[in-house]
């Protein structure tokens, strides 16, 4: 059981958190103009990494608020939080 | 008493107090202190139960909580009963009562015993291939496994005891109270490290409290005496909180263990009352030390499972700390000097020890000196080829080994005896290690896995890190404690320590036999009867990974997980597959370490708390107007309100009626509410909804409906525009917690440019929906000077008001195409204006009714439920309400899946209303739905999803999901039922008042 690091209320139990599944997927502005296949690779394909991946938290019976998470889902090391319209880190 | 094998007072033991207990019906007496089990070896007992497969009596084989085979029942036939408890770790008291398991119809004679005679036939996957087939059969089976090899029997009656949760929360936890777990608690304290240390015994000291060696000595002491004062000294430092009789069971990432603290199982029943039990402590540790010491291996050799064989550190602990003596004639077994320390200690007590077989060529330690010294016969290099005696060991057969080890060779010697102490070598417990995802490496020179890669703060010292000899475990804890804490120095730094040098081993994991293996029984797995046989068939029959092995042939796979037998089975495989045990690895070791019973996992949680509940302001008056309730979600709703002893369908009937025909009141406050304000609310509302909200004007109300992004519907309600930027969204019962995180995830990460603020409301208001043709007399009377008229308070319009003090907002809104009201007030008003409305409404017959009469209502009018009628894989076209589907809406959530190919698709499922053509018969809700009988494979065309007898119809109604029902109006189907098939057509969904006069009425 992790302890996250809410970047608005700080260390909490996980029981706190709700996971909320791959980080900087962006809903496309004009849906209307994609084709089915790209209109699908939004809504349907995620990655599933062994290793570092980036992903979307919520302090869901905290303070309510998104922020981002770098998992190594092999290890569940939890290697940075960052808020909300930040920017990844490149590595 | 029968026999005392009592050999001197120990220190540990109160032989002042006697406690009588019962096993197996007949009455024993053991001292304050005793475990059964050293109570019962005390009695000369050494049979306690049977073993799982074959039935082959057992004895006590350990003194601690990784015995495989001396599991019993305790207190059977009460409600404090409980099965599969180790009796090496049941501590006695007065009035205890035990019996074995397994064992049928008594534990000296046993009708499974049988399978022993029989056990050609029963090899390594014999359960998979033999009781698999016929599935059919799988009853029978099932009956004569679980009678003849029973695992012990579940308790019948309410638990009387009561368990407890506890968190804690400290600096460094330190799990095991033995020699290195006392100094590293000891100056974790010291150094102002908030310090939790924790034992699974009511001692501290682990094997050093009872170890006098003349060979060990620490600070020029024994080694027993030193520890009794570090022990002492413990209760007086501040920061350390120390915790007997607690087992951690699991070991979690980011250090969260969860430890029970067993409280009153060692007490009388009469202390045992209104006390807690045992409390699940779920820990948090910043830094976790782990101190959980070795094991002691058993060797594998024909017939090693006797009453009588045990562990040879088992037999040195019940003669040196409990004053036991588990045989009057004893021999040891051995690969190393382990065994030595034990024969001298019972030579030292005078107790005989015919002789030792050691499986080296020599050993010159100072002890195998002592033991020669004594007189004590040494057989080296011999091997035990076969055991007998069938209740209880009466001798063995020893052969030389073969320089290889792999044969044996010369004349057999047959030696009587009726104790064999075996030693194996140790195997560090690096269980919880393994469990919190640190990663192993095996050590070829003493042929152990060891802690390699920390997934934590965490750190392993003394024997669970490989360090077996005192000196060197506490020049390891030294050095390791002082990087771990960041500490300069300990208060042992410069303990003067003596102990012996270190000892030779001889490591053969499968030990010959002067017969054919095919004839033998090497148990590996004693609880689960897996012999080194059935490993060798496993590989045999292509088996190659550990994970597969061990299911097909069981090995650890009991109650003790293997604890004892684990690592020969992986030295087996690797010797017969001929690969390194380095690459071979481990299985998992899996939590609870030791088992946990079901009450200390639910703690508190039970009867009314074993789940919350949500009740709404009016449920007073629900309960005592006898409402029955159902749950929604976590509510609590009235469900109907039966009178006379009315059956549901009669109150639901009567109540219907009531609703059409005069008033009706329901108790709506249950649904979701949450409340929206901001300058760009109603662009929010443009974007989540399917329907336009631009132009709701202010004090307006409109009907919603929600998509997921794959267009399929999510969630409806009706929401009301309060003022400018102002906005009340009602979400359906079960859906509001998942709607508004829904909302506030689209708010915070798709369109955070949007000024818009969500609060959940549920609670805040309670809501009285009074519905029916006389709804407008009774809000007349409650509220006189508010207009009423169509002008002024159309429908789908709200308005402000106040009823004496209690302000209100009321929507004149419909769920069941009646002219009706719902009236909002602070939650705790809930119950006063309820009881206005029913004070108001008894000249018109006011009928309370409940959740099962609303769906009756709605479903009359054709009204979807969300999570009824739809099931995630309907889109707002299968429902046949395009007509809420904006098509000039540039963007809603979902809008762009309803354009995808497959939504559009025509043979879609979509809800339609069926008429059953007996207007009496009401169909089941799930039924399926075909147009062809006697069709194979039948083609399903759907399911019923509401199903009801409609009292103002006076005929069956249903809606349900057709494919292509969109264009079948009218067109019979069928409904096969197991005893009938059902006649039924296709109808529009809105059976009653179709052009929707009343709700304008
Ligand atoms: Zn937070």
Same mark, same amino acid.
């Given at each position: 059981?992790?302890?996250?690091?809410?970047?608005?209320?700080? !260390? *909490?139990?996980?029981?706190?958190?709700?996971?909320?599944?791959?980080?900087?997927?962006? /809903?496309?502005?004009?849906?209307? @103009?994609?084709?089915?296949?790209?209109?699908?690779?939004?809504?349907?394909?995620?990655?599933?990494?062994?290793?570092?991946?980036? !992903? *979307?938290?919520?302090?869901?019976?905290?303070?309510?608020?998104?922020?981002?998470?770098? /998992?190594?889902?092999?290890?569940? @090391?939890?290697?940075?939080?960052?808020?909300?319209?930040?920017?990844?880190?490149?590595? | 008493?029968?026999?005392?094998?009592?050999?001197?007072?120990?220190?540990?033991?109160?032989?002042?107090?006697?406690?009588?207990?019962?096993?197996?019906?007949?009455?024993?007496?053991?001292?304050?202190?005793?475990?059964?089990?050293?109570?019962?070896?005390?009695?000369?007992?050494?049979?306690?139960?049977?073993?799982?497969?074959?039935?082959?009596?057992?004895?006590?084989?350990?003194?601690?909580?990784?015995?495989?085979?001396?599991?019993?029942?305790?207190?059977?036939?009460?409600?404090?009963?409980?099965?599969?408890?180790?009796?090496?770790?049941?501590?006695?008291?007065?009035?205890?009562?035990?019996?074995?398991?397994?064992?049928?119809?008594?534990?000296?004679?046993?009708?499974?015993?049988?399978?022993?005679?029989?056990?050609?036939?029963?090899?390594?996957?014999?359960?998979?291939?033999?009781?698999?087939?016929?599935?059919?059969?799988?009853?029978?089976?099932?009956?004569?496994?679980?009678?003849?090899?029973?695992?012990?029997?579940?308790?019948?009656?309410?638990?009387?005891?009561?368990?407890?949760?506890?968190?804690?929360?400290?600096?460094?936890?330190?799990?095991?109270?033995?020699?290195?777990?006392?100094?590293?608690?000891?100056?974790?304290?010291?150094?102002?490290?908030?310090?939790?240390?924790?034992?699974?015994?009511?001692?501290?000291?682990?094997?050093?409290?009872?170890?006098?060696?003349?060979?060990?000595?620490?600070?020029?002491?024994?080694?027993?005496?030193?520890?009794?004062?570090?022990?002492?000294?413990?209760?007086?430092?501040?920061?350390?909180?120390?915790?007997?009789?607690?087992?951690?069971?699991?070991?979690?990432?980011?250090?969260?263990?969860?430890?029970?603290?067993?409280?009153?199982?060692?007490?009388?029943?009469?202390?045992?009352?209104?006390?807690?039990?045992?409390?699940?402590?779920?820990?948090?540790?910043?830094?976790?030390?782990?101190?959980?010491?070795?094991?002691?291996?058993?060797?594998?050799?024909?017939?090693?499972?006797?009453?009588?064989?045990?562990?040879?550190?088992?037999?040195?602990?019940?003669?040196?700390?409990?004053?036991?003596?588990?045989?009057?004639?004893?021999?040891?077994?051995?690969?190393?000097?382990?065994?030595?320390?034990?024969?001298?200690?019972?030579?030292?007590?005078?107790?005989?020890?015919?002789?030792?077989?050691?499986?080296?060529?020599?050993?010159?330690?100072?002890?195998?000196?002592?033991?020669?010294?004594?007189?004590?016969?040494?057989?080296?290099?011999?091997?035990?080829?076969?055991?007998?005696?069938?209740?209880?060991?009466?001798?063995?057969?020893?052969?030389?080994?073969?320089?290889?080890?792999?044969?044996?060779?010369?004349?057999?010697?047959?030696?009587?005896?009726?104790?064999?102490?075996?030693?194996?070598?140790?195997?560090?417990?690096?269980?919880?290690?393994?469990?919190?995802?640190?990663?192993?490496?095996?050590?070829?020179?003493?042929?152990?896995?060891?802690?390699?890669?920390?997934p934590s703060d965490q750190l392993c010292v003394g024997s669970c890190?490989?360090?077996?000899?005192?000196?060197?475990?506490?020049?390891?804890?030294?050095?390791?404690?002082?990087?771990?804490?960041?500490?300069?120095?300990?208060?042992?730094?410069?303990?003067?320590?003596?102990?012996?040098?270190?000892?030779?081993?001889?490591?053969?994991?499968?030990?010959?036999?002067?017969?054919?293996?095919?004839?033998?029984?090497?148990?590996?797995?004693?609880?689960?009867?897996?012999?080194?046989?059935?490993?060798?068939?496993?590989?045999?029959?292509?088996?190659?990974?550990?994970?597969?092995?061990?299911?097909?042939?069981?090995?650890?796979?009991?109650?003790?997980?293997?604890?004892?037998?684990?690592?020969?089975?992986?030295?087996?495989?690797?010797?017969?597959?001929?690969?390194?045990?380095?690459?071979?690895?481990?299985?998992?070791?899996?939590?609870?370490?030791?088992?946990?019973?079901?009450?200390?996992?639910?703690?508190?949680?039970?009867?009314?708390?074993?789940?919350?509940?949500?009740?709404?302001?009016?449920?007073?008056?629900?309960?005592?107007?006898?409402?029955?309730?159902?749950?929604?979600?976590?509510?609590?709703?009235?469900?109907?309100?039966?009178?006379?002893?009315?059956?549901?369908?009669?109150?639901?009937?009567?109540?219907?009626?009531?609703?059409?025909?005069?008033?009706?009141?329901?108790?709506?406050?249950?649904?979701?509410?949450?409340?929206?304000?901001?300058?760009?609310?109603?662009?929010?509302?443009?974007?989540?909804?399917?329907?336009?909200?631009?132009?709701?004007?202010?004090?307006?109300?409109?009907?919603?409906?929600?998509?997921?992004?794959?267009?399929?519907?999510?969630?409806?309600?009706?929401?009301?525009?309060?003022?400018?930027?102002?906005?009340?969204?009602?979400?359906?019962?079960?859906?509001?917690?998942?709607?508004?995180?829904?909302?506030?995830?689209?708010?915070?990460?798709?369109?955070?440019?949007?000024?818009?603020?969500?609060?959940?409301?549920?609670d805040h208001y309670a809501t009285a929906s009074i519905c029916g043709?006389?709804?407008?007399?009774?809000?007349?009377?409650?509220?006189?000077?508010?207009?009423?008229?169509?002008?002024?308070?159309?429908?789908?319009?709200?308005?402000?008001?106040?009823?004496?003090?209690?302000?209100?907002?009321?929507?004149?809104?419909?769920?069941?195409?009646?002219?009706?009201?719902?009236?909002?007030?602070?939650?705790?008003?809930?119950?006063?204006?309820?009881?206005?409305?029913?004070?108001?409404?008894?000249?018109?017959?006011?009928?309370?009714?409940?959740?099962?009469?609303?769906?009756?209502?709605?479903?009359?009018?054709?009204?979807?439920?969300?999570?009824?009628?739809?099931?995630?894989?309907?889109?707002?076209?299968?429902?046949?309400?395009?007509?809420?589907?904006?098509?000039?809406?540039?963007?809603?959530?979902?809008?762009?899946?309803?354009?995808?190919?497959?939504?559009?698709?025509?043979?879609?499922?979509?809800?339609?209303?069926?008429?059953?053509?007996?207007?009496?018969?009401?169909l089941e809700e799930g039924a399926q739905i075909v147009s062809e009988?006697?069709?194979?494979?039948?083609?399903?065309?759907?399911?019923?999803?509401?199903?009801?007898?409609?009292?103002?119809?006076?005929?069956?109604?249903?809606?349900?999901?057709?494919?292509?029902?969109?264009?079948?109006?009218?067109?019979?189907?069928?409904?096969?039922?197991?005893?009938?098939?059902?006649?039924?057509?296709?109808?529009?969904?809105?059976?009653?008042?179709?052009?929707?006069?009343?709700?304008?009425?």
């Amino acid at each position: 059981m992790f302890v996250i690091n809410c970047p608005y209320c700080g !260390e *909490r139990d996980q029981q706190e958190f709700k996971a909320g599944g791959e980080a900087h997927i962006e /809903r496309p502005k004009q849906p209307t @103009e994609l084709s089915d296949d790209e209109w699908a690779e939004y809504l349907f394909m995620r990655k599933n990494i062994k290793g570092v991946q980036f !992903e *979307r938290w919520n302090h869901a019976h905290g303070c309510r608020k998104w922020f981002n998470m770098v /998992r190594d889902t092999s290890n569940d @090391e939890i290697k940075l939080i960052y808020k909300m319209g930040e920017r990844p880190p490149s590595e | 008493m029968s026999a005392n094998l009592r050999v001197k007072s120990s220190e540990f033991i109160d032989e002042t107090v006697r406690i009588s207990f019962k096993f197996n019906g007949k009455t024993y007496y053991g001292f304050k202190g005793d475990t059964l089990a050293s109570a019962l070896l005390a009695n000369d007992i050494h049979l306690v139960g049977r073993s799982f497969k074959y039935h082959r009596p057992r004895g006590i084989m350990t003194a601690g909580s990784e015995e495989p085979n001396a599991i019993v029942q305790v207190n059977d036939k009460t409600n404090r009963t409980e099965p599969n408890v180790r009796a090496t770790e049941v501590e006695i008291y007065e009035g205890l009562e035990a019996s074995s398991q397994n064992c049928w119809p008594s534990v000296n004679f046993d009708i499974g015993g049988i399978n022993n005679a029989i056990s050609a036939f029963l090899p390594a996957g014999f359960y998979y291939k033999t009781f698999m087939w016929p599935a059919s059969f799988w009853e029978k089976y099932e009956y004569f496994i679980r009678h003849s090899a029973g695992l012990g029997k579940s308790p019948t009656e309410k638990d009387p005891d009561i368990y407890d949760h506890r968190n804690i929360h400290c600096d460094v936890l330190v799990v095991g109270a033995g020699i290195s777990g006392i100094l590293a608690a000891k100056n974790a304290a010291k150094n102002n490290f908030k310090t939790l240390l924790v034992d699974e015994k009511n001692e501290l000291g682990g094997a050093t409290i009872y170890q006098n060696r003349e060979f060990n000595k620490i600070d020029n002491q024994s080694s027993s005496d030193w520890i009794k004062k570090e022990i002492q000294e413990l209760s007086n430092i501040k920061n350390l909180e120390i915790k007997t009789r607690t087992s951690v069971a699991a070991y979690h990432g980011y250090n969260y263990l969860l430890a029970r603290e067993n409280l009153t199982d060692h007490l009388e029943k009469k202390d045992k009352q209104d006390k807690i039990r045992q409390r699940l402590l779920k820990i948090r540790a910043k830094k976790v030390i782990l101190a959980t010491g070795a094991l002691e291996r058993p060797l594998i050799f024909n017939n090693n499972d006797r009453p009588g064989i045990m562990l040879s550190s088992a037999v040195k602990k019940y003669a040196d700390f409990y004053g036991v003596v588990s045989g009057k004639k004893n021999i040891f077994f051995t690969n190393n000097d382990s065994a030595y320390e034990s024969a001298l200690c019972l030579h030292n007590k005078g107790i005989q020890v015919e002789a030792i077989i050691d499986i080296r060529e020599k050993s010159d330690s100072n002890i195998v000196k002592a033991v020669k010294k004594a007189g004590i016969t040494i057989h080296w290099s011999h091997t035990i080829v076969d055991t007998k005696g069938y209740k209880k060991l009466n001798s063995i057969s020893v052969m030389k080994l073969s320089n290889d080890g792999l044969s044996v060779i010369g004349n057999k010697i047959n030696i009587s005896c009726d104790c064999l102490g075996v030693a194996g070598g140790w195997t560090p417990a690096v269980h919880l290690f393994t469990q919190s995802g640190g990663k192993l490496t095996f050590d070829e020179n003493d042929k152990v896995f060891l802690p390699n890669k920390y997934p934590s703060d965490q750190l392993c010292v003394g024997s669970c890190n490989g360090d077996f000899k005192i000196k060197e475990i506490i020049n390891n804890l030294s050095i390791n404690l002082k990087k771990f804490l960041n500490i300069e120095k300990t208060d042992f730094d410069n303990l003067s320590v003596d102990s012996e040098k270190e000892n030779s081993k001889r490591n053969i994991w499968l030990l010959p036999s002067n017969k054919p293996i095919g004839k033998t029984k090497p148990f590996v797995d004693y609880q689960n009867d897996a012999t080194a046989k059935d490993i060798k068939l496993a590989l045999r029959e292509g088996f190659r990974s550990i994970e597969h092995v061990k299911r097909y042939t069981t090995t650890g796979m009991g109650t003790d997980q293997g604890k004892l037998g684990n690592m020969h089975a992986l030295g087996i495989i690797a010797d017969t597959a001929g690969v390194k045990m380095g690459d071979l690895g481990t299985t998992t070791f899996r939590p609870p370490y030791t088992p946990l019973t079901f009450g200390t996992i639910v703690g508190r949680n039970v009867g009314e708390y074993f789940d919350t509940f949500r009740r709404t302001p009016m449920n007073d008056w629900h309960i005592e107007n006898k409402a029955e309730f159902e749950n929604v979600g976590q509510w609590k709703r009235a469900w109907y309100y039966p009178i006379n002893g009315e059956t549901m369908h009669e109150s639901v009937q009567r109540e219907s009626i009531a609703a059409r025909e005069s008033v009706g009141i329901l108790d709506a406050s249950t649904l979701g509410k949450i409340d929206i304000q901001g300058s760009d609310a109603s662009e929010f509302l443009n974007r989540v909804y399917t329907n336009a909200w631009s132009k709701l004007g202010i004090g307006k109300c409109r009907y919603g409906l929600m998509l997921n992004e794959d267009g399929m519907v999510y969630d409806d309600g009706v929401t009301t525009r309060l003022g400018e930027n102002h906005y009340l969204m009602t979400t359906t019962t079960g859906g509001a917690a998942n709607v508004l995180g829904k909302l506030e995830d689209y708010l915070q990460t798709e369109w955070p440019e949007l000024d818009v603020y969500l609060t959940s409301v549920t609670d805040h208001y309670a809501t009285a929906s009074i519905c029916g043709p006389n709804s407008k007399k009774i809000l007349n009377k409650i509220i006189p000077d508010l207009d009423l008229s169509e002008e002024n308070f159309p429908h789908m319009s709200f308005k402000n008001a106040q009823i004496e003090n209690i302000k209100c907002r009321i929507m004149r809104i419909s769920f069941t195409g009646e002219h009706s009201y719902e009236i909002n007030v602070q939650a705790n008003f809930g119950k006063a204006i309820w009881e206005k409305c029913m004070e108001a409404g008894k000249e018109f017959n006011i009928t309370p009714y409940g959740t099962e009469t609303m769906h009756l209502l709605r479903a009359e009018k054709g009204f979807i439920i969300v999570g009824q009628d739809t099931d995630g894989t309907m889109t707002p076209i299968d429902l046949q309400m395009d007509w809420i589907v904006s098509k000039k809406k540039y963007d809603f959530i979902g809008k762009r899946s309803l354009y995808r190919s497959d939504t559009m698709k025509e043979e879609r499922k979509q809800l339609v209303g069926l008429l059953t053509d007996d207007p009496s018969i009401v169909l089941e809700e799930g039924a399926q739905i075909v147009s062809e009988l006697n069709q194979s494979p039948v083609n399903m065309l759907g399911h019923v999803t509401s199903s009801y007898y409609s009292p103002n119809l006076k005929k069956s109604i249903a809606l349900a999901v057709v494919r292509n029902g969109k264009n079948m109006m009218g067109k019979k189907l069928f409904i096969p039922m197991e005893d009938k098939t059902i006649n039924v057509t296709v109808a529009n969904p809105v059976f009653f008042d179709s052009k929707n006069k009343r709700i304008n009425a």
